[in-house]
């Protein structure tokens, strides 16, 4: 048996910068994985690729995207290379699902770590990222987590060397998003503040900039590089001033609770705060460990899931090894 961590993703700043023909949206994001880990077992067994997960809403077909990581793996093996066999994988969930965490997509880059090392593979991260990709676009992050700025539809990674361990809280309603929906209301209101703008010029190439809500501040471009940069010279106060979601105008209007559980964790003391992918977790930055356990204190019982967390610097990472299969 083999155990991986699977942790989390934030996405401290989310610019949405148009689509590509193909319908995937273009962003440019400040991501950091977080100490908030699922744990991926994976067994060796006669059959094919199974998945066990007892939390409701995870997929155990082969629909869950742990097996379709691995069978993209195993698609992926040199040709003559036999058949390494099936495998059990065993997901024991702390990340909220469809929470905007990246949750699915880190199960899937610890099944491919797992996998590699089971099956003596050899692969680097950057094999096992192109083959992730085929799977999720937050697959390749969740690989070398850590901290990056993600382009393109969130493959292309800049790592951000030496950034600052800050601590913070996130913080989860209970329920699930769909983020097509959100993309989806995202583009409508967009194409609808472009055809208002009153010198009848497109707004700011798929950005949200024209997209106007009383409690929200439009303008990501720049965020990215500004973010990097505070957090490179571990500038606490400037990462809270530059937390920002292009998609936080959107997914509010579906599910007003997020503006409210974002507004509950400023009022409980977070130095800033920001919505989690496309929703509906909320991130909110502590001064320090004290601060970020007092926060999850205050929150804990008045929300349905928080959870005190640091910015970690790797990605998925086994941490139990027994019989290695050759």
């Known amino acids: 048996m083999l155990s991986v961590e699977a942790p989390a993703k934030l996405n401290l700043t989310l610019a949405v910068n148009g689509r590509r023909p193909d319908g995937y949206h273009l962003i440019e994001s400040v991501m950091q994985a977080i100490d908030l880990t699922d744990c991926v077992e994976l067994v060796p067994s006669a059959g094919g690729t199974i998945v066990h997960c007892a939390v409701p809403g995870v997929p155990t077909d082969e ?50 770590v797992g996998a590699n090392a089971l099956w003596g593979l050899g692969l680097d991260h950057a094999a096992l990222a192109r083959i992730g ?9 969740c690989l070398h987590g850590g901290t990056a700025v993600a382009r393109g539809i969130g493959e292309q990674l800049e790592p951000v060397p030496e950034a600052a361990p800050l601590w913070g809280i996130v913080v989860n309603p209970g329920f699930a ?11 409508q209101l967009y194409a609808e503040a472009a055809a208002k703008a009153a010198d009848g010029e497109r707004a700011d190439a798929g950005r949200a900039s024209s997209i106007q809500e009383p409690w929200f501040s439009p303008g990501g471009a720049g965020r990215a590089a500004a973010m990097a940069e505070a957090l490179g010279r571990h500038d606490v106060e400037a990462v809270a001033r530059l937390l920002y979601n292009d998609l936080e105008p959107a997914a509010v209007r579906l599910y007003p609770q997020i503006y409210a559980l974002r507004q509950r964790v400023l009022e409980a003391g977070a130095l800033g705060a920001v919505m989690c992918g496309s929703g509906p977790s909320v991130f909110g930055l502590a001064a320090d460990e004290a601060h970020a356990r007092a926060l999850a204190d205050a929150l804990a019982g008045v929300v349905p899931f928080v959870a005190a967390c640091r910015f970690r610097p790797d990605g998925c990472r086994i941490v139990q090894s027994k019989e290695r299969v050759q």
């Open 63 to 112: 629909t869950n995207l742990a097996v379709r990581a691995v069978e993209a793996l195993r698609a992926a093996l040199p040709p003559g290379r036999e058949d390494p066999g099936g495998l059990e994988i065993r997901i024991h969930k702390r990340i909220p699902v469809a929470a905007g965490l990246g949750g699915g997509s880190a199960d899937a880059a610890a099944a491919l």
């Open 177 to 187: 998003v769909s983020t097509a929906d959100v993309y989806r209301l995202y583009d």
């Open 133 to 141: 990709l085929q799977v999720g676009a937050d697959v390749p992050f």
